[in-house]
């Protein structure tokens, strides 16, 4: 992939499908819906574990709801399922593998084709216990998800890029993906358009986070433009590997993460123009 050019980065504006992440605008459900289309977002995406769950909507609910979504002119970008421990964890993990195939379920009656997910840092060693658990717990989640026609979008959690390539195509029973995450390279030390560039071919979804490495090692989420990502490069390589997936704008800290949002939106339509 060639460093795109300033034409490029300009032409890449109207191919992005750009969601927001409902959980982040801290307002109830529906009138969250209302704001994202407002802002000029397509699409959003729900937490199915404690922002929107299956077993509140019966099947009438349900419909009721994706007509609302589409006099919004909205659609279902994607759906994420939060949990508490990381797959690799034998505490409770088969409660935490069918909790997750029933999230699978039910983001495509929402329509979703892809459910974002954290597994915990994967392990490097691959003769170890943890990668072998966590290899067969993801090969089973692609398998249900092959069937219900939903692809799992793997959320780096300090991996290399390397290591994150090699664990995803490893897995051939189902469809395995990456939620490409700048804010998780940046905090991990990585360079978040090397990275897309490594592992470009297997993005399944696209987080527009943005992050900053602190002093310590550490990281720290920004808004959007305000981190160490270098948009104008960055997005033009989605154009470059013809990504036609959602990309959905999150915000998980911060003082105004609503005000955040709304102006990841209107920064990701302009930033080709700077």
């Not at 529906?30 to 937490?47: I, P």
């Not at 979008?153 to 300090?158: D, E, F, G, I, S």
């Not at 160490?228 to 999150?250: A, C």
Request: with cysteine; net charge negative.
């Amino acid at each position: 992939m060639q460093r795109p050019d300033s034409d490029s980065a300009f032409v890449v504006m109207h191919h992005l499908r750009l969601a927001i992440a409902t959980r982040c605008l801290n307002l109830p459900l529906r009138e969250s819906l209302r704001a994202a289309a407002a802002c000029g977002a397509k699409g959003v995406q729900f937490d199915v574990r404690d922002e929107l769950r299956a077993a509140e909507l019966t099947e009438t609910g349900r419909r009721q709801f994706l007509h609302q979504l589409d006099e919004m002119g909205l659609r279902t970008a994607s759906v994420t399922f939060p949990t508490r421990r990381g797959f690799a964890e034998q505490a409770h993990l088969d409660a935490r593998v069918a909790a997750t195939r029933a999230a699978m379920e039910f983001a495509w009656q929402l329509r979703a084709t892809v459910l974002v997910v954290r597994l915990g840092r994967i392990p490097t060693e691959k003769e170890s216990k943890d990668y072998r658990l966590l290899f067969e717990v993801v090969s089973d989640l692609a398998r249900h998800g092959n069937q219900v026609g939903v692809t799992l979008a793997v959320t780096p959690t300090h991996d290399s890029p390397e290591v994150l390539r090699e664990f995803v195509t490893a897995v051939k029973t189902g469809s395995v993906g990456i939620d490409f995450d700048p804010a998780a390279f940046v905090t991990a030390g990585y360079k978040p358009e090397d990275a897309f560039r490594q592992v470009h071919s297997l993005v399944s979804h696209f987080t527009a986070r943005d992050g900053i490495r602190d002093i310590d090692g550490g990281g720290l989420e920004t808004a959007l433009g305000r981190g160490e990502t270098e948009w104008i490069e960055l997005l033009p390589l989605l154009e470059e590997s013809d990504y036609s997936g959602w990309t959905t704008i999150v915000r998980t800290q911060g003082d105004d993460k609503p005000g955040d949002v709304a102006r990841g939106v209107q920064y990701l339509k302009t930033v080709g123009l700077s």
